[in-house]
């Protein structure tokens, strides 16, 4: 759960400070100092985390590997932790694929799903559980309930039929947080991800409790560049409101990134009015004309979904790009020199912005517990920082809106019906990607001709992405208040409204 700063967390964000701390030092032997770090990172000779200090050192070390962008090792031949390195110490490298990984040496093997007993069975003379079974797998055994996991479908009907609640589904908590469906066992029983069904969402990597599955990080190569003399402009996505700690201002916020070495800060809420601008008109054309309804485009895992499981939908989606990538291109029409770091709460950016199509935009990618182990390894201290003269207040509401679930569609439907008046438009907002297929199977029965419709693949929106630091609820009402602050309502209010055509040249 975000929000929680556990063993698990602590670990991240020491890897990440380590990363940046190497990245800023005036150090050149990068092969030697990532051999050390793990040994600073976990002193002595004692295990802290696991049954042995070498295992959660072979661990650190290949988070420190992912997180430079390197590969994983092979576990069955012989490699040294800084194999490749000199590949890595570059200020342009773009993700590789598999984004996301699993140490499997580092998972726990969890069964996928199992209905079990557990102690607090009863032995009760009704047996409920064993007449409500479809399939015959339930018995009293010495008097207690037994599941025969060969006859078991993991129906549930024993759970619920239990007066006790003595029968629980236990089943991996990366594969239940993956609405791909594509996290299996693999002959040892640890994980593995099936790369044609994953969309990187990356809640899978947020939701094993063992830390075991890690996605590829731009740390080093983007401290490297600014080092190198190269302006590198923080774009900040709508979600970074209240991140970095309660009394972190936006304008501290802005501080502190300035701090870090970026040239400038510009707010990405400025790409989300230009998207709600375009696909406003979008809906307005096409629907129901030329297709029955029209998907939002900004969350990439959502859309990388919809096309892989709804195929013939495809051109239902809007063509419009994300704000990540319009506030990028905008930014590069005004400093064709600059490198443009995209700074936000998604692991699926990462994966966008390594797109053929968008590497000229973005040249980096970071979550915002990346950014915050970049503040530790700089030894930026947040409780001092003051706030910067000049704020953060070129996005509109509306703009701001698009971290939370239902903003993006809001937005586009606040438009439409300003622009047009007398248009009511129908809106479906579906949040976690199994709800956004549940959604889209609803549009295939032809209940939502006419709509509006808004996925988004973190349950909650962008303030639950996998990048995130603050509990989901109180990032969403911190959002939602931010956004109020903003005396301009509406995208088409923005000062940059008049510059959609210029992007598409």
């Not at 032995?123 to 309930?145: F, M, W, Y």
Request: with cysteine; net charge neutral; hydrophobic share 40%.
């Amino acid at each position: 759960m975000r929000g929680i700063y556990n063993s698990v967390t602590d670990i991240r964000r020491k890897v990440f400070a380590a990363i940046a701390r190497m990245a800023y030092e005036d150090e050149t032997d990068y092969a030697k100092r990532i051999e050390e770090i793990p040994y600073e990172i976990l002193p002595g000779t004692k295990a802290k985390y696991r049954n042995s200090i070498f295992l959660e050192r072979a661990i650190i070390g290949e988070r420190l590997r992912l997180g430079m962008g390197l590969p994983l090792r092979e576990m069955s031949e012989f490699g040294a932790l800084s194999d490749g390195i000199e590949e890595s110490t570059i200020a342009e490298k773009y993700y590789d694929d598999p984004l996301i990984n699993i140490i499997k040496f580092a998972c726990n093997a969890c069964p996928e799903k199992e209905v079990i007993v557990t102690n607090q069975c009863q032995g009760c003379l009704s047996h409920q559980c064993t007449e409500v079974c479809p399939k015959d797998a339930v018995h009293i055994v010495n008097g207690r309930s037994f599941i025969d996991q060969d006859k078991c479908i993991k129906c549930g009907r024993c759970m619920d039929a239990c007066p006790y609640h003595a029968i629980v589904k236990m089943e991996r908590p990366c594969a239940a947080s993956c609405g791909m469906n594509a996290i299996s066992s693999d002959g040892d029983g640890k994980a593995q991800i099936d790369y044609d069904r994953c969309v990187s969402c990356g809640q899978c990597l947020v939701n094993c409790p063992f830390g075991a599955i890690v996605d590829k990080g731009q740390i080093f190569q983007t401290i490297y560049a600014m080092k190198q003399g190269q302006d590198v402009i923080a774009c900040i996505a709508p979600a970074f409101v209240g991140q970095f700690g309660p009394t972190v201002t936006p304008e501290k916020v802005k501080t502190a990134l300035l701090d870090l070495g970026f040239a400038d800060v510009v707010e990405v809420a400025i790409g989300a009015d230009l998207c709600t601008i375009e696909e406003a008109e979008d809906f307005m054309k096409k629907v129901p004309e030329q297709q029955p309804f029209m998907a939002t485009s900004c969350c990439p895992a959502w859309s990388v979904m919809a096309k892989k499981d709804f195929p013939q939908y495809a051109s239902y989606i809007s063509m419009a790009m994300t704000p990540m990538v319009l506030t990028a291109r905008m930014v590069k029409k005004n400093h064709p020199n600059a490198k443009i770091a995209f700074i936000g709460p998604c692991a699926a950016k990462k994966l966008e912005a390594s797109r053929k199509s968008v590497r000229s935009d973005v040249d980096f990618v970071l979550t915002f517990e990346e950014v915050m182990g970049m503040l530790v390894g700089k030894g930026v201290d947040l409780g001092t920082l003051q706030p910067a003269e000049e704020k953060l207040e070129a996005g509109t509401n509306a703009g701001r809106g698009f971290a939370v679930s239902g903003g993006v569609a809001k937005a586009v439907k606040s438009l439409i019906e300003k622009e047009h008046p007398g248009t009511t438009v129908k809106v479906q907002a579906a949040e976690g990607l199994k709800n956004c297929r549940t959604m889209l199977m609803m549009a295939k029965a032809g209940r939502l001709n006419g709509y509006l419709l808004e996925g988004m693949a973190c349950p909650g929106g962008c303030v639950a992405g996998a990048g995130t630091l603050q509990p989901i609820t109180k990032s969403s009402a911190l959002v939602k208040k931010y956004a109020t602050e903003n005396p301009m309502t509406n995208s088409d209010e923005s000062a940059y409204a008049n510059r959609l055509e210029e992007l598409y040249e």
